[in-house]
Structure formats: structure tokens, C-alpha cells
């Protein structure tokens, strides 16, 4: 156990090392310059724009660059945003929670939805309601986010009134259409999984042992049959909590909500290149961690696992 810890970790700051020279290569290949984005319109001689770049160290060769980079990520400095000044660090972590919030709810708008509907799902199989319930799931992971959005809003909103279109708060009523226009696609593929899940545990030994001495058929199914189909759907959420972070960018934009995604399109359009370093950077050790984390909790959930 102790050598696949110690390649697990190897390997996850392997990927994160890989991540930041793309992200720094990537930013240094778009078109334009760095230092017109912080001079903007006004007018300046050649020497002042040869000034900033040694002042900002861009004349020195990429290599060097990049380790001066990497240098101040680990210690924690991101840079300074070429917008408003500020440390990138700083912005982020003003922005973090809004995402925080938004992926916890759509979480739990995944896990309760695709639950209710995969189990039920299960114990119609075969019937019309199993067909419905897989047909929805196929709906769901089908129509793009942004659609989605939209007729939220326009059914929400619009015609019942009964939800801000605009949302840049945690209260329930804030949190309600953005969690659901991101956490929807995610109960359509937890509906699936526990379906598929459910299928398999009713037909095992422990259940029909179960019935045959006479446990109520809700106890059977809550109890016993529910608690053990949910294991691999938990091990997904736990993965995909990585993912709503990282793809929360379009409903925070929908919603005009503040958040580490809206934050980085933002970024994007004011050729703010520290920032957007900064966000995916953040983005990916996240995702980085969660998935590294969840890999070594199979180790001690599930003893019968062997990893090499």
C-alpha cells in the first residue's frame, strides 16, 4: 500500500508539473502583447515598452520565465492582475466560494434525482416507467447546459416567477435554477448508474436471504439493496465534485453569478493572462486532488481491493 501511495503522489505532481508548463506555454502563444494589455490604448514610446517588458522580465528566454513562474506558484503567488492590480491569488480566493456553493448544490441536485429516479427505474424494470426514466436520462445527458439554462429560466423565471434569473448568492432560492441546470446532466448519469447498480444487488444472495426471512420489502430495498448500490455512485460523485468546479464557467456566466469560472471568461476578454493562468492552475490541482484523494480512499473503503 505504501508504493502505490507514494506513486499515486508521484504521479498526480507529474500531471500538475505538466499542467503548468501547458498553461504557461499556451498563454505565451496567444496572439499580442503582454505589455499592450497593461498600457492599453494610451500612447507610449518604443522605450517604454521596452522598459516594462525588462521590468516584467519578458525579455529573458522562456525557460527562464517559466521558472521564475513556477517559483512564485509554489509559494503561493500567482502574479498580479494587468485589470485591477491585484494579487491573482487574492481574486481567486474571493471568487472560490460561489463555486464552492454552486457545486455542492448541484452535488446534491445529482445525488437526490438520479437516486429516486435509477431506483425506481430498477424496481420497474422492464416496464413503461423504466423505458421513461431512461429516456429522460438520455434527454438529460443530450441537451447542452446552456439550453437547459434558458428554458429553466424561462420556466422558473419567467412564466411562474418564482426564481431570480439572476443569481449571486447561497441562499436556497439563489442557488436553486444554477444548481439545476449543472447538477441535471449529472443526475441523468447517476439515474444509469444506480439502475445498473440496483439491477445487480437485487439479484445477490444477501437479498433474496432477506426476503426469504421475511424483511419488509421497503427495509429490503433502503436497508440492504439501496446502501450498496449507492458505493460506486458515491465514488463518482467524489470525482465529478472535480468536474462541477471546472465546469460551473457556463452557468455562473448564465446567472451572472461571481465564481471562479465566470471569473476566468472575464479574464479572458481583457487579455487578463495572470488570471487566467492563475484559475486554471487552481482548476487542475483541484481536480488533481480530488481524483488522488478518491484513488487512496479505495485502498481503505474497500479492503477486498488490490492495487499494485
Do not use: C
Not at 505538466?18 to 499592450?36: A, C, E, R, W
Request: glycine share 8%; aromatic share 8%.
Amino acid at each position: 500500500m505504501f508504493n502505490y501511495l507514494v506513486r499515486r503522489i508521484f504521479t498526480s505532481i507529474l500531471v500538475l508539473f505538466g499542467v503548468s508548463v501547458l498553461v504557461f506555454s499556451v498563454i505565451h502563444l496567444v496572439p499580442g502583447d503582454v505589455t499592450m494589455a497593461i498600457l492599453g490604448r494610451q500612447k507610449v514610446s518604443p522605450e517604454k515598452v521596452a522598459e516594462l517588458r525588462e521590468q516584467l522580465g519578458l525579455n529573458d528566454p522562456l525557460y527562464v520565465q517559466y521558472g521564475r513562474y513556477l517559483d512564485k506558484a509554489l509559494h503561493g503567488d500567482l502574479g498580479m492582475s494587468i485589470r485591477n492590480k491585484l494579487p491573482v491569488a487574492k481574486s481567486i480566493s474571493e471568487q472560490m466560494p460561489g463555486t464552492i456553493y454552486l457545486a455542492f448544490a448541484a452535488l446534491l441536485v445529482a445525488l437526490s434525482i438520479g437516486s429516486v429516479l435509477g431506483m425506481l427505474a430498477a424496481l420497474s424494470h422492464g416496464t413503461w416507467l423504466d423505458t421513461l426514466v431512461m429516456a429522460l436520462s438520455v434527454s438529460g445527458l443530450s441537451i447542452p447546459t446552456f439550453w437547459m439554462g434558458l428554458l429553466l429560466i424561462l420556466l422558473f423565471s419567467v412564466r411562474l416567477g418564482m426564481f431570480p434569473s439572476i443569481s449571486n448568492g447561497s441562499t436556497p432560492s439563489e442557488l436553486f435554477l444554477p444548481a439545476l441546470t449543472l447538477g441535471l446532466p449529472e443526475a441523468a448519469v447517476v439515474a444509469r448508474m444506480v439502475r445498473a447498480s440496483m439491477l445487480d444487488v437485487l439479484n445477490r444472495e444477501y437479498i433474496t436471504t432477506a426476503r426469504a426471512k421475511g424483511v419488509p420489502r421497503h427495509l429490503v430495498i433502503l436497508k440492504h439493496a439501496l446502501r450498496n448500490a449507492l458505493i460506486p455512485v458515491v465514488t463518482f460523485l467524489g470525482l465529478q465534485m472535480a468536474y462541477l468546479l471546472g465546469g460551473a464557467t457556463i452557468v455562473e456566466t448564465m446567472f451572472a453569478r461571481q465564481g471562479i469560472g465566470r471569473l476566468a471568461v472575464q479574464s479572458i476578454y481583457n487579455r487578463d493572462y495572470p488570471v487566467v493562468q492563475g484559475v486554471v492552475l487552481v482548476t487542475a490541482t483541484i481536480y488533481v486532488l480530488i481524483n488522488t484523494l478518491t484513488d487512496i480512499t479505495y485502498v481503505f473503503v474497500n479492503p477486498k481491493i488490490r492495487l499494485k
